[in-house]
């Protein structure tokens, strides 16, 4: 319960009892709130510590009509409310600003560029939404959380503003050649005119990668991003990676591997909507799926696993039954179907006899093959494709094409004698009606098949040779008949193809090109939503007037700069390929510690003495730093195995730590660092930033510690999970604290009341202060729950203020608040 003094109560009385003008809310305000402010020089008559508290809010002084129907009603749980009985006005079309905020009459209209991007599709203007009903006043008065909130839609707890989508304001490097991340497209499917492209997205660290669908309705001509969700409406989890899809008459399927190791499944009706399933119970971890088909009945998939053929059936994509054991088969890799007749390639084990010298010895030998089923793959029997018109080796691709199924063999064909002896190289196709008599239908040029595939409305081939586009081009050729081939493009040597198909007689290669995904004839930046820049502010620190973030973009170091929390632009120096991962202020000036990537990895250190110009000066060679922080023996950086102290920024004197450590906090005496040691979470202190002493910490942590923020010699640890560490000694002993169950935590610092600390809640972020790092409390902040993945990964405080940057889903957002106590 909240204590409350009688002038406080009389505020909350008189405003819930009826309508109150501009005059009686200020008054109350005044007397009731204002004048307990903490900071408020007694000497200041009440008018002017109203005045101070309103403008300190951000908030306009000002008078205005009393309460009509359009006049906005504020509202709040802990707060002065005046309640009407009239129904609100519809909002007006101008966008009013969420910080301006008047005691009565209509908000005053201001345009602030910077906090308000234009209003966009996805989780950007679902963000803005959010964040434009809960933005208001918050007035802290003896401990007490009081806001004054606009808008119709009922009180928001706490009365806290909500975080504003940051993507201009965090902008990235206009100069970038490059994206700074890495996409690939693993499969290809089409059906008709519609053509499906899966992938992924990330950083190039395996387990992060985003699944991304890209569709077509016209044949490859323009694609969009598909949009994914999960069956329970949760957020899609990173680090599934789609293999194979297929689909068509208003079925589609895909499956892939999860950042577990298991079998994903996937399943669309109209291919421009995704939902992912959890794993399927016909599958194991050790299951290796190597090929996808729509049948008559619904999917058959193919592969192996421990060394035998399996196969798999779904009549909807979503649950799989399996087919184990098929006698004999080593594994399956191909597969095409036609109504419930299917054909699979795959490998087996072939007896045969070999003479040497008088004795026959026999022996196995794995060898290739094609397997039929005509019951949608739940049983199947071998048939042979002959050898015919100069073909050799195995059979390469498989698909249903114009003239039934249909796959391709090298071929040779050698004419002359002696030095006119020559060999033409080409390929063969074979084809069949129903899959179990096959005959050479044609040959096509090329020395060499990398792909084959096709639909009924043709049959499509990547060979080698005869390509106009240099050294190591390939050259795609068509067919609709299967008898007389064209050219169909040319692929440059740089792309590794990782499907094909024809749809509607119009040719579609997926794949990669060095770090981007690849389309054939697509330009993916023009597809709305397929391609991002990476963009990641991983730290944050502010110092008298200016607050400072660090991170990348485009694959290079990044740092924005902002006198006020909110305005930020980028800060100028030469482009450096890697990351920043920490940056602090000392008496000094500024250091950011990171990694240089590419040819020549190494560690990065960039310093300025105002937060606004920044060098890059020598660092010591060894591990990259991945954290810094400033105290009582100068600046302090933390690596794997290794500690660097230095007073002036400019020389270093390098230490040892026994360990891998991920944070570091100056107390008022020393130094911490938390990590971990392999698999486990790891503590230690130091008194000058070189000799480091492992700290014991208490049991039942279950990985290691990722940040640590101090308070005079107070820390507060956070680990990935609900718990929290606590010492009170400067990190000599800890104290496990639990933030809250259900929460994983993000972020963590201090505040000049406490700490504050951020979480993830299943897909939703929340928020919890503690003046002691003992007790914490959760606080409702608005637009940080609902669809899609809120997450909070970086906090410090600015004053009186808090600054957070995270995500709402792909869309970086902005949180700034008054200090909460």
Known sequence: ??????????????????????????????????????????????????????????????????????????????????????????????????LDVLVAGPPRPQVRPRLQPAMRSGPTRRLRARAAVAAGLVVVAGGVIYAVSRGDDGPAEQGLPGPVVADRLFAPDPAATSDGLVQDLTTLASAGATVVAAGTEGDGVPGRERARFLVSADAGHAW??????????????????????????????????????????????????????????GFTPSDQVNDLARTGQGFVAVGASGGRAVAWTSADGHAWQRVGGIPGVIALDRVAASGNAVVAHGTYGKRVTEKRGKKKVVRTVRTDGLWRSTDGGRTWALVGVPQAQGSYGPTKGLAFGPGGFATVREGRQTTGRKKKRRTARF????????????????????????????????????????????????????????????????????????????????????????????????????????????????????????????????????????????????????ATAGLLSDVVRGERGWLAVGRVSGTSPGPLALTSQDGLTWQRP?????????????????????????????????TWSRGGLDGAPTDVAATSRAYAAVGGRGKEPAAWTSPDGLRWTAAKLPPGLTAPLTQVAAKGDTLVAIAGGAAALVSTDAGATWTRRDLGPGLTATAVAATPGGFVAAASAKDDAAVLTSPDGVNWRRVTVPGLTGPGDQRLTALTAMGSTVLATGTDADAPILWRARVLR
Not at 245 to 267: C, E, F, H, K
Not at 626 to 641: D, M, N
């Open 224 to 281: 969009s991003l598909a949009a994914l969700r999960t069956a329970d409406g949760s957020a899609v989890p990173p680090g599934d990676v789609p293999r194979l899809v297929d689909g068509g008459a208003g079925r589609w399927a895909a499956l892939g591997r999860s950042s577990a190791g298991g079998v994903t499944a996937w399943t669309s009706e109209d291919a421009a909507t995704w939902t992912r399933r959890p794993p399927a119970a």
């Open 427 to 574: 390929g063969v196709l074979f084809t069949s009606a129903d899959g179990a008599r096959w005959q050479a239908a044609g040959r096509f040029g090329g020395t060499g098949i990398e792909r084959f595939d096709g639909t009924p409305s043709g049959l499509a081939v990547i060979v080698q040779g005869a390509a106009a586009g240099g050294r190591g081009a390939r050259t795609v050729l068509r067919s609709a008949d299967g008898r007389t081939w064209q050219p169909g493009g040319t692929i440059a040597a740089p792309v590794r193809s990782s499907g094909l198909t024809v749809a509607d007689g119009k040719i579609a290669v997926s794949g990669r090109q060095g770090d981007d995904g690849y389309l054939f004839g697509v330009d993916l930046r023009t597809v709305p939503g397929a391609v991002h820049p990476e963009r990641s502010v991983r730290s944050l620190a502010a110092g008298p007037g200016i607050s400072v973030a660090a991170g990348s973009t485009n694959g290079n170091a990044a740092i924005w700069t902002a006198p006020d929390g909110r305005a930020w632009k980028r800060a100028g120096f030469p």
């Open 618 to 650: 020598r660092f010591p060679a060894g591990p990259p730093p991945v954290a810094a922080a400033t105290g009582p023996s100068g600046y302090v950086a933390v690596g794997t195995g290794v500690a660097w102290r230095s007073a002036d920024l400019r």
């Open 1 to 98: 319960m909240t204590a409350r003094t009688p002038e406080q109560h009389e505020a909350r009385r008189t405003a819930e009892e009826g309508p109150a003008d501009s005059r009686h809310v200020r008054r109350r305000l005044t007397f009731g709130v204002a004048g307990d402010l903490a900071d408020m020089p007694a000497a200041r008559s009440p008018w002017q510590r109203a005045y101070e508290a309103w403008r300190s809010a951000g908030l306009d002084w000002g008078h205005g009509a009393p309460p009509r129907e359009a006049a906005p009603r504020p509202a709040s749980r802990d707060a002065v409310r005046a309640k009407s009985s009239q129904k609100p006005a519809r909002p007006r079309p101008a966008k009013p600003d969420p």
